[in-house]
Every structure is written in structure tokens, then in C-alpha cells.
């Protein structure tokens, strides 16, 4: 996914002091951060007298907890990705963690949101519910919606967060059922089209492969669309491209298996685990068997 082209621009959008600075957007343009007088934000000084607390699920970086707070290694877009909560947390869309500053380690301190994330595959039927799909749905247009003509997202339709899956999920318990309240690790997040992000979560929230029903997949995909649709807040929206859902899931599949494979042979830690717990071979076989069933999905998808 990337930005459009076009000369640099700038926004403004909150973050911790008083203070502004400039940081790169993740399509070149240059972002005004208001109220960081550095893109990192302020040095938040040790933990107390809270102990670290190694968080479950971080296959890639370790994420740690000290208090209310959430530390990690800042990704590569550290600027682009400071910028976007920023935003998100100004415009009092809650879909994300709110951005701390850093700690003495040079770490990435967040604000620790509290709820279940289901990191262990189908650990739960409620994470994946009809009413968690729809809400799931709602959070996802929130964030576009949020980020849609801003700086942030240069010449592109929105931002995406481009890994929104269970994984990166916090749920709580609600009156409405167990449902998704935010989105996790926003290390990939960066310019692109609407139906990247609603693609990605109709992939990781659908089930695909040996035993999975086809005619199911496209049933919740076409609940995912119908939600996002439905969530629309502006007048006269245009309406999700569905007859394009299930190639972009094709190549989002193929992408990120490609993908594992090429950090593994770049000897990059993470890369080199997923593949030796069978990640690469894993994301081949659903690729094999959405292509199988795609026009029962899609059939589906329409109906």
C-alpha cells in the first residue's frame, strides 16, 4: 500500500507538550505535530516500583508492561506512526492506544489499554461473533474515517492500520457481548485504500483452509462489509468495493507469506522464527484454498 504523489504537506495534529515539530509522513509529506516539541514526545522516566510484565503473543518484538503504561522498540516509521495516534487520540477516535512519549531505553511508551486480546488462534468463539464482526467493522471505519483527507494520508483514500487482526485486538466485556474496543501494534500503519484494512480482517476473522466452509467465509465477509457500510457518518459515502474483497485478500495472503520468507533470508530474528514454526507453508495453504473456493466466496459475498 502506499501514498499517493504529490508535493509535501502539512497538518497539524495533537500530541503531548506544548510544543510542535515536524515529522516525516510515511508517504514523504511532512507532518506538523502540535504539542511535540520532539516527533519521540517526552522521556518518561522508569517504571516505579512496578516490574515489567512480558506481554503474550509478541512473536515479533517484545511488549512489556510497567504500570498502566505498555513499552516496545519503536518501529521503523516511529514518526509516521507518533503522528497518527496523535491524531487519532485528538479527533476522540478510540480505536488505539494513546502515545506516552518514550522511555531511557529509547522505548516507545503507550498507554496500556485494559480488555482480552485473543493471541492464541480460536482460542474463543465469542472473539468472533456476528456482534464482534460488526463492531470490528465500526472500528475500522472509525480509524478511516478519522485519517480520510488529512495530511497523513497523503494522495491516498485514508490511513490503514494494515494489520488489523485478532492478534492486535483488545475486547472487553460488554452488555452487547464480548466485543473489539481497539487496535494494537500500529508498526505497519500507512496510507492506503479503504478495503486493504476490511480485506485483512475479513482474512484473519474468517477461517479458511482444510474443513472451512466457503459459503461461511463469504456469509462474514459480506456482514464485515455490510457493517463498515453501515457505519458511514458523512453524507452520500461511497460504498466498499466488494468485487475486488477477495483478490485483495488473494494478494495479501500471497504478500505476506512472500514476505516472511524474504525476512527469513535476510536473517531477520522474527521472520526467521515465523518460518520455522511453519508460518510460510501455513499462509500457502489458505492462499491454495481461497483460490479453490473463491466463487463460492464471492458468490456469497453478493448474494
Same mark, same amino acid.
Request: charged share 25%; proline share 6%; aromatic share 6%.
Given at each position: 500500500?502506499?501514498?499517493?504523489?504529490?508535493?509535501?504537506?502539512?497538518?497539524?495534529?495533537?500530541?503531548?507538550?506544548?510544543?510542535?515539530?515536524?515529522?516525516?509522513?510515511?508517504? +514523504?509529506?511532512?507532518? !506538523?505535530?502540535?504539542? *511535540? &516539541?520532539?516527533?519521540?514526545? #517526552? /522521556? $518518561? %522516566?522508569? =517504571? +516505579?516500583?512496578?516490574? !515489567?510484565?512480558?506481554? *503474550? &503473543?509478541?512473536?515479533?518484538? #517484545? /511488549? $512489556? %508492561?510497567? =504500570?498502566?503504561?505498555?513499552?516496545?522498540?519503536?518501529? *521503523?516509521?516511529?514518526?509516521?506512526?507518533?503522528?497518527?495516534?496523535?491524531?487519532?487520540?485528538?479527533?476522540?477516535?478510540?480505536? *488505539?492506544?494513546?502515545?506516552?512519549?518514550?522511555?531511557?531505553?529509547?522505548?516507545?511508551?503507550?498507554?496500556?489499554?485494559?480488555?482480552?486480546?485473543?493471541?492464541?488462534?480460536?482460542?474463543?468463539?465469542?472473539?468472533?461473533?456476528?456482534?464482534?464482526?460488526?463492531?470490528?467493522?465500526?472500528?475500522?471505519?472509525?480509524?478511516?474515517?478519522?485519517?480520510?483527507?488529512?495530511?497523513?494520508?497523503?494522495?491516498?483514500?485514508?490511513?490503514?492500520?494494515?494489520?488489523?487482526?485478532?492478534?492486535?485486538?483488545?475486547?472487553?466485556?460488554?452488555?452487547?457481548?464480548?466485543?473489539?474496543?481497539?487496535?494494537?501494534?500500529?508498526?505497519?500503519?500507512?496510507?492506503?485504500?479503504?478495503?486493504?484494512?476490511?480485506?485483512?480482517?475479513?482474512?484473519?476473522?474468517?477461517?479458511?483452509?482444510?474443513?472451512?466452509?466457503?459459503?461461511?467465509?463469504?456469509?462474514?465477509?459480506?456482514?464485515?462489509?455490510?457493517?463498515?457500510?453501515?457505519?458511514?457518518?458523512?453524507?452520500?459515502?461511497?460504498?466498499?468495493?466488494?468485487?475486488?474483497?477477495?483478490?485483495?485478500?488473494?494478494?495479501?495472503?500471497?504478500?505476506?507469506?512472500?514476505?516472511?520468507?524474504?525476512?527469513?533470508?535476510?536473517?531477520?530474528?522474527?521472520?526467521?522464527?515465523?518460518?520455522?514454526?511453519?508460518?510460510?507453508?501455513?499462509?500457502?495453504?489458505?492462499?491454495?484454498?481461497?483460490?479453490?473456493?473463491?466463487?463460492?466466496?464471492?458468490?456469497?459475498?453478493?448474494?
Amino acid at each position: 500500500m502506499t501514498g499517493g504523489s504529490g508535493p509535501p504537506r502539512r497538518a497539524e495534529v495533537a500530541a503531548a507538550d506544548g510544543q510542535s515539530a515536524e515529522v516525516a509522513g510515511a508517504d +514523504g509529506s511532512t507532518v !506538523e505535530v502540535a504539542g *511535540a &516539541g520532539d516527533p519521540a514526545g #517526552e /522521556v $518518561v %522516566r522508569g =517504571g +516505579g516500583f512496578d516490574a !515489567e510484565e512480558v506481554l *503474550a &503473543g509478541g512473536f515479533i518484538a #517484545e /511488549v $512489556v %508492561r510497567i =504500570g498502566d503504561t505498555v513499552r516496545r522498540t519503536p518501529p *521503523a516509521n516511529a514518526g509516521f506512526v507518533t503522528a497518527l495516534l496523535a491524531h487519532l487520540d485528538r479527533v476522540g477516535a478510540q480505536v *488505539a492506544p494513546r502515545f506516552l512519549g518514550t522511555d531511557e531505553r529509547g522505548r516507545q511508551v503507550l498507554s496500556h489499554v485494559a480488555g482480552r486480546v485473543p493471541w492464541r488462534e480460536r482460542e474463543d468463539p465469542a472473539f468472533f461473533s456476528d456482534a464482534a464482526l460488526t463492531r470490528l467493522a465500526e472500528l475500522i471505519r472509525a480509524l478511516h474515517d478519522a485519517c480520510a483527507g488529512t495530511a497523513l494520508a497523503g494522495g491516498a483514500e485514508t490511513v490503514c492500520h494494515r494489520d488489523v487482526s485478532p492478534k492486535n485486538t483488545v475486547y472487553r466485556d460488554l452488555p452487547a457481548g464480548l466485543l473489539p474496543v481497539a487496535f494494537l501494534d500500529w508498526d505497519l500503519a500507512a496510507p492506503g485504500r479503504r478495503i486493504d484494512d476490511v480485506a485483512f480482517a475479513a482474512w484473519h476473522w474468517g477461517r479458511l483452509g482444510e474443513g472451512a466452509d466457503p459459503a461461511e467465509l463469504g456469509r462474514r465477509c459480506r456482514l464485515l462489509c455490510d457493517a463498515y457500510d453501515a457505519a458511514a457518518a458523512g453524507p452520500d459515502p461511497v460504498p466498499l468495493p466488494r468485487d475486488v474483497l477477495v483478490t485483495v485478500m488473494l494478494d495479501q495472503i500471497e504478500g505476506t507469506w512472500r514476505g516472511i520468507d524474504a525476512g527469513a533470508d535476510r536473517d531477520e530474528p522474527g521472520m526467521r522464527r515465523l518460518r520455522a514454526a511453519g508460518a510460510v507453508d501455513g499462509v500457502r495453504r489458505w492462499q491454495d484454498w481461497l483460490r479453490t473456493h473463491r466463487r463460492t466466496v464471492q458468490s456469497t459475498l453478493h448474494a
